[in-house]
T-cell receptor, first 103, second 114 residues
Framework: GIQVEQSPPDLILQEGANSTLRCNFS?????LQWFHQNPWGQLINLFY???GTKQNGRLSATTVATERYSLLYISSSQTTDSGVYFC?????FGAGTRLTVKP | EPEVTQTPSHQVTQMGQEVILRCVPI?????FYWYRQILGQKVEFLVS????????KSEIFDDQFSVERPDGSNFTLKIRSTKLEDSAMYFC????????????FGSGTRLTVV
């Protein structure tokens, strides 16, 4: 089956720092998405990015389909960025990266 | 972004009881999915729907589970005889054919089996 691996599993940052989250896939990249699960458990769609680069404010994402990975960049992190970040390929989820941003 | 509505937001049930979780998809949807997330763990695929038929299901989706579209719009996930290990957050999701693309998730139903 499709394997989705995320790294790092946990990340602790000071407010204002930048970070890069990675997602590797065992299979071809199709419907690649990044989600943020907030402290209330809601899954928020960040990016639908089967290839290329997209930016939305302080967040951006890049998917290199030929090398089967995707990166999520968070710049100038804020405490509200805390939560778990999931990537999903063909609606199969990785285990997530738990991000904690400290004030 | 368009919303997917799930009800109830939280349900507590006795072990062995049947529960029905409901999802109202947004319009212009194509695929429809159910997922579960045990507390602190990953989001696990249960089943996908396309054209009112199950298109794919995981090994988790055994005979205890069923999905229906009882009134042509709402989708339901039924768990026939709940077990303690069914306690989890259950999400439904729709695929959007819009410029935004991708899948939109409902806010989830937290099921607690006691």
């Amino acid at each position: 089956g499709i394997q989705v691996e995320q790294s790092p599993p946990d990340l602790i940052l000071q407010e204002g720092a930048n970070s890069t989250l990675r997602c590797n896939f065992s299979d071809s990249v199709n419907n690649l998405q990044w989600f943020h699960q907030n402290p209330w458990g809601q899954l928020i769609n960040l990016f639908y990015i089967p290839s290329g680069t997209k930016q939305n404010g302080r967040l951006s994402a890049t998917t290199v389909a030929t090398e089967r990975y995707s990166l999520l960049y968070i710049s100038s992190s804020q405490t509200t960025d805390s939560g778990v970040y999931f990537c999903a390929n063909d609606m199969r989820f990785g285990a997530g990266t738990r991000l904690t941003v400290k004030p | 972004e368009p919303e997917v509505t799930q009800t109830p937001s939280h349900q507590v049930t006795q072990m062995g009881q049947e529960v029905i979780l409901r999802c109202v998809p947004i319009s212009n949807h194509l695929y429809f999915y159910w997922y579960r997330q045990i507390l602190g763990q990953k989001v696990e695929f249960l089943v996908s729907f396309y054209n009112n038929e199950i298109s794919e299901k995981s090994e988790i989706f055994d005979d205890q589970f069923s999905v229906e579209r009882p009134d042509g719009s709402n989708f339901t996930l039924k768990i026939r005889s709940t077990k303690l290990e069914d306690s989890a957050m259950y999400f439904c999701a729709n695929l959007l054919r819009t410029q935004l693309g991708g899948y939109t998730f409902g806010s989830g139903t937290r099921l607690t089996v006691v």
